[in-house]
Every structure is written in structure tokens, then in C-alpha cells.
């Protein structure tokens, strides 16, 4: 994974594109998750939170809560929980188990020390400023209260940028093309702590390593095709580079016999 342009960054964190185009639906982000099926070993994140929130009771926020996952394990698995989950976008919105609201991250709609347990899983490098959202959900957690926090790290992935950079080279005609947009670049796991202990004293990082190994190049092919919403900052024609992404993945599959990708990010669990 390489670092964004300015551009690129500020691309990831515009709401409207966030809200209509990234994550309008769930189309995009369910392409992004759906890769982890061939990753080993495998992790239930959804039982990892409640693993975590055993000792919690109340209300919990899942803030950017997208479509769901989190939400409806919760809602299965602790039904004593009051569980709200809340996105930017209506749209994805729509087969979230209710209640739900449309709010932004960093104007929550809760009193101060409201809630018992924030989530904030693979969002916070969506929103303008990180370190003001983060005091925001600092603000409407109870003195004891958990915020939980997950993303990537700077080197999740590496294999998936390289072969970007690659296709992206053969479509513009030059030897390496410009690197493919990055969501976690501005709040990666190795920028995260810093991040987070301006208004958590206590921090736990959970790394997640592992490894995705495919026999065919359609699950890459739908992870990359999913970033469509960025595509005007990719500096490179997106469909286009998909497609030969897609010929040199089944070329490297053919020759190799799987196509590998390195994992790695985490959750980290903080409190005040």
C-alpha cells in the first residue's frame, strides 16, 4: 500500500461522494469484504466485537456502520444491547436492521456521556478531520465506556498495488503507472495509536494478519473494480486498467497456481 496524493486523500473523505456514489449501496463495499473469504486464518470480526463487548452493557453507536454486518450480529448475539447504527449514506442505509439514523461522524446526534460502547470499524479514514471525530466519539461515551476501532496497515495488501501500478503502466504505455488509491492511507494501524490516545488512555491493538490465496482472478477483479467511486483520481483510464489487471492476475494464476495477497490489519480497543 503507498501513500495517497493530496487529491486522493481528500477524494476519500468528501461525503458526497461518500454518500452517492461510494456507498450508495452496498454493492462496493460488500466486493471489498467478500475478498476475505480465501483469507487464512480466518476471523470473525463481528464475534471479536462482541467477544469485546462482553462486559458492556447499554447503548452502543455503530458509527459508519455501512451494511450492517456488525450490527445484525449484535443485534443476534445481544439482544440485551441497544444497538443504533448510524452511516452518512441513506442509501446503504436501507437493509440495516433497525433503529438506524442518517448523521455524520463528526457531529453525532447523542448527549455527552450517552452511550456505553462506540464502534467505529474501517471508517475513521473516511472523515475530514480525524483527530475532531475522534473527540467526538470520545465525547458521547460514559467515563468507562469502549471505542472500538479497526483498519489497515500501511503495507495491507502490497500485491493488489503492485498490481495496479503494473496494469496502470501497460494501459498508459509506461514502465509503472500511478498507484492505485489507498482508503486507509491517512489512518492506517501504524497512525492510529497517535490518533487515538489524544482522547483514549488506555489502548489495545489486535493485529489481524493473514493471507488471501486465490485460483481465480475474479474476486481481485471485483475488489479493484469496487473503488470505482475514485475512479477520477486514479490518474489512469479505471476500466481499462481493471481489465488488464484482470488478464495479468489469470496470467500470474496460470503460471503460479494462485495469486497471493498479504493481510494485514486490526482493531483496536480503547478506553477513557
Known amino acids: 500500500m503507498t501513500s495517497n496524493t493530496a487529491q486522493q486523500d481528500a477524494a476519500v473523505a468528501d461525503k458526497t461522494i461518500l454518500a452517492n456514489r461510494a456507498y450508495a ?6 466486493a471489498r469484504q467478500s475478498i476475505y473469504r480465501w483469507q487464512q486464518p480466518q476471523y470473525d470480526l463481528p464475534g471479536i466485537v462482541v467477544e469485546e463487548l462482553a462486559n458492556t452493557s447499554g447503548t452502543v453507536i455503530d458509527v459508519g456502520c455501512g451494511n450492517g454486518k456488525f450490527v445484525s450480529r449484535l443485534h443476534r448475539d445481544r439482544p440485551d444491547l441497544q444497538v443504533v447504527g448510524m452511516d452518512i449514506s441513506a442509501g ?3 437493509d440495516v436492521e433497525k433503529p438506524v439514523l442518517v448523521a455524520d461522524a ?4 447523542f448527549a455527552g ?11 475513521l479514514y473516511h472523515v475530514g478531520d480525524i483527530e475532531a471525530t475522534i473527540e467526538e466519539l470520545a ?6 465506556g469502549v471505542l472500538m476501532v479497526s483498519t489497515n496497515s500501511d503495507m495491507d495488501k502490497r500485491e493488489l498495488g503492485q498490481l495496479w501500478a503494473r496494469a496502470a503502466g501497460e494501459v498508459l504505455g509506461i514502465p509503472e503507472g500511478p498507484a492505485r488509491v489507498s482508503l486507509s492511507s491517512r489512518f492506517s494501524l501504524e497512525k492510529a495509536p497517535s490518533y487515538l490516545r489524544a482522547a483514549f488512555k488506555e489502548i489495545r491493538v489486535r493485529g489481524l494478519p493473514g493471507t488471501i490465496d486465490v485460483t481465480d482472478p475474479a474476486p481481485i477483479i ?8 475514485w475512479a477520477e483520481q486514479c490518474g489512469v483510464p479505471f476500466h ?3 481489465d488488464r489487471a484482470a488478464e495479468i492476475a489469470a496470467g500470474a494464476i496460470k503460471a503460479d497456481g494462485s495469486f497471493k495477497i498479504t493481510c494485514r490489519g486490526g482493531i483496536l480497543t480503547c478506553r477513557r
Not at 449501496?25 to 460488500?30: F, S, T, V, W, Y
Not at 463528526?106 to 446526534?109: E, N, S, T
Not at 456521556?113 to 471508517?123: G, I, N, R
Open 240 to 242: 481499462e486498467t481493471v
Open 113 to 123: 456521556d450517552s452511550t456505553d460502547a462506540v464502534l467505529a470499524l474501517h471508517m
Open 92 to 94: 446503504i442505509l436501507a
Open 106 to 109: 463528526q457531529a453525532l446526534p
Open 222 to 229: 471485483a475488489h479493484l473494480a469496487s473503488y470505482e467511486a
Open 139 to 144: 465525547r458521547v461515551l460514559r467515563p468507562g
Open 25 to 30: 449501496d452496498g454493492r462496493h463495499l460488500a
